[in-house]
């Protein structure tokens, strides 16, 4: 399990969930629910750090709670 901040909120656009781990640049997914959206940014962040080993990108380490202005 990753230690990153996720953010989850509604579209009103799509009428749907959206989570975001917002230092995994592009992490983002979607689901009918808050659950099954932050299942499936869960799922989307297992297989973007896989892919960032893989391939020798850096890993941002978790920060914790972010602060927006």
């Not at 850096?58 to 602060?67: D, S």
Request: hydrophobic content about 45%.
């Amino acid at each position: 399990m990753h230690k990153y901040e996720v953010i989850i909120f509604w579209s009103h656009a799509d009428e749907i969930f959206i989570a975001e781990i917002p230092e995994l640049s592009g992490c983002i997914a979607h689901g009918e629910t808050q659950n099954e959206a932050l299942k499936e940014v869960n799922i989307v962040a297992k297989e973007w750090l896989s892919l960032a080993e893989e391939k020798g990108w850096q890993i941002p380490e978790p920060k914790g709670r972010l602060l927006y202005a």
